[in-house]
Structures are given as C-alpha cells and as structure tokens.
C-alpha cells in the first residue's frame, strides 16, 4: 500500500505532531518527557532530513502477519482498523537494495547514504517494526520475529522473485542476516556494518548519561550528544546538531526492546542458511565488539570461507554517519553499481 511522497506529503505535520508522544523506552538508558519533546521540536530540524523525507514513496506491508489482533502502537501513526502497519520509504531507481537499521533507530540512521546509492538502486529503508513509524505487534519480543514480518514485507514491496541486496547495521544488521537466511539465493549480497548476534561478548563502555523530565532542553540535548560520543561516533567532531536530533527522535519513538539480542548467537545461528556473498564492516574505532577484528573475521569465515571482512579507519560504530563518504564508496562497490540508474 502506498501512501504519499513528494512535497505534498504532510512532512511537518507528520515530524511535529504530539501522536505519538509517549516515550515508552530504549536501550540506551536513556528517557526524554514528552513535554521536553514539545518545547525541543523538531520542525525543520532537521531541514535536510525533512527535505529527504518528502522525496521518498512510503509503502505500508502488515506486521501483524502472526497475531492479527487489535493493538495501539504507541508511537506509530500507521496503525487502525486493528491492523499494524511496517513502514516503508524508497527513493531512485534501478536494482532494490534494502537497509536495515540499528537499535533505538529508524531509517534516519541512513540518511547519508539514500542519496548516494539511489543514483543507481532502488533503496528501500524500512522502519523495523516498533521503531520510528512501525508498529510493534503483540508478542513480538524475538529477532526472529522481527525478522518473519520484514522477509514477508520484502515480498510485497519487490515481488518475487527479483534479486534483493540487504545492507544491515548494528542490531539491522542481525535482522538482515536473519531475513538473508529466510529468503536464500534471493539475496545476491549481505552487507553488515558493525553487526552483533556473534555470541562474542560486549565491552565494557562508559556509564551513560540519562535524561530526565526535569532537565531543560539544552540539558538533554547535550546528554544525547554525550551518549553518541560513548556509544556510537568516535571523533566528537562528528556529532553535529543533525546527529543530536536524529539520536533524540529516534530514542523517544523506540518501543520494541532488543535486551541482549546483540550479544546473543542470533547471527551465528543464521550463517550456515545465509547463501548471499556476506560483506563484513566495522569501524576501527567501534566501541561495542569485545573481540579483536580478527576474531569476528574467523567467526563469519569458518561458515563463509570468502567473506569479504572490511575496517573503516577512524570511525566508530555508527560508521554509515560518520565515515558516510567511505561507506558510501564501499557499497557502491560491493553492490556493483555501473552507470547511475538517474542523472
């Protein structure tokens, strides 16, 4: 189902609007009050994220595949009649590439990347159900669950049986192996970009800053931009305000709780049905792996022998921001972009 595009489609209205509001958790520790959200508001904040929004086709695909029960998705307006709703953006032409986001995210975690590769795929970027404008449906607590309703969603939105490439980052980057596993020689390339699931435990990190309803907005503001630079981008330098919104809006819309579904085996397990050509990226300056490079190089080869084991130097662990012209030029690559599909 289709929804809108172009710059008839509501964008403000949708960014700004109090739907949605509760601030029902995250896994960052994190907590912004709703009346903090209203005073900070995003109107425009993101002019270049707005701008980029109302470029896209939204598509909606059922999330509730399993359960289709009544459920209230706090915090996505696509969902009514008793139906959940995942929520689809696309941009550009030429062969699909879908993007997967991390953890306490949405599609904005890409939104240095779109553009690039819409120059030459059709770049589907999804809401994971119950992040961003995605419903969470009842009972839906599982990687695995999460990763049934986004493969039956894939093939409503690129009919079978067109190849797909899935480009996956942090907890996107489980989910797409879960998906690749599902869907089998359909998937032509799995890229990750400092993907967990490797069972190959988490390093110890900083205590993180919370952000409580007494603070001001200046106040939490700088709070989310403390919790980038322990978490998520090396270099300070490249937590500019976009970053700091993104990071504040993303966190206050995130229902689904991952836990411990980053540390756990959920990729691993998924590997030896995984018959994509596999692309493994990290940052260098990735905070989250406990294990040296080569360590999480053996663990992907020892069930993809020639998989194609990749560091992006300087950057940290949201590296398709930060080091976004690398990034970018390494999916291009691996993806096999030719001639730009569009001028």
Not at 190 to 212: C, D, Y
Not at 280 to 309: I, K, M, N, Q
């Amino acid at each position: 189902m289709t929804v809108g595009g172009g710059e008839d489609a509501g964008v403000d209205e949708r960014i700004t609007s109090g739907a949605g509001a509760l601030a029902v958790g995250d896994d960052l520790g994190d907590r912004i009050d709703s009346h903090a959200w209203q005073a900070y508001t995003i109107r425009g904040v993101t002019d270049s994220i707005a701008r980029l929004d109302a470029l896209a086709t939204r598509c909606l695909t059922a999330a509730d595949i399993a359960s289709g029960s009544e459920y209230n998705a706090g915090g996505s307006e696509y969902s009514a009649g008793g139906s959940v709703y995942m929520v689809w953006r696309l941009w550009g032409a030429g062969p699909p590439v879908v993007l997967l986001h991390g953890g306490s995210g949405s599609w904005t975690h890409w939104a240095r990347n779109i553009m690039p590769l819409a120059r030459h795929f059709t770049v589907w970027v999804p809401d994971l159900p119950g992040f961003g404008d995605s419903g969470l449906p009842p009972g839906v607590e599982t990687a695995e669950a999460l990763a049934d309703i986004v493969s039956s969603g894939l093939d409503d939105v690129v009919s079978l049986p067109a190849p797909v490439s899935l480009v996956g980052f942090s907890f996107g980057g489980i989910i797409a192996g879960l998906v690749a596993a599902r869907q089998r020689d359909r998937v032509r390339t799995l890229v990750l970009i400092g993907a967990g699931g490797l069972a190959l435990g988490a390093a110890p990190t900083r205590q993180l800053a919370r952000v409580t309803p007494t603070m001001t907005v200046a106040e939490a503001r700088a709070a989310h931009r403390e919790n980038l630079e322990i978490l998520m981008i090396a270099d300070p330098a490249q937590i500019d305000e976009a970053a700091v919104d993104i990071q504040m809006e993303n966190v206050r819309r995130t229902r689904f709780k991952i836990g411990a579904i980053p540390f756990s085996d959920a990729l691993v397990r998924a590997l030896p049905r995984i018959s994509a050509r596999l692309v493994a990226v990290w940052g260098a300056r990735d905070v989250f792996p406990a294990s040296p490079p080569e360590l999480r190089h053996a663990t992907l080869a020892a069930h993809h022998p020639e998989v194609d084991f990749r560091l992006i130097d300087g950057a940290g662990h949201w590296a398709n921001w930060e080091a976004a012209d690398a990034v970018n030029a390494m999916l291009l690559d691996v993806l096999g972009a030719g001639t730009p599909a569009r001028a």
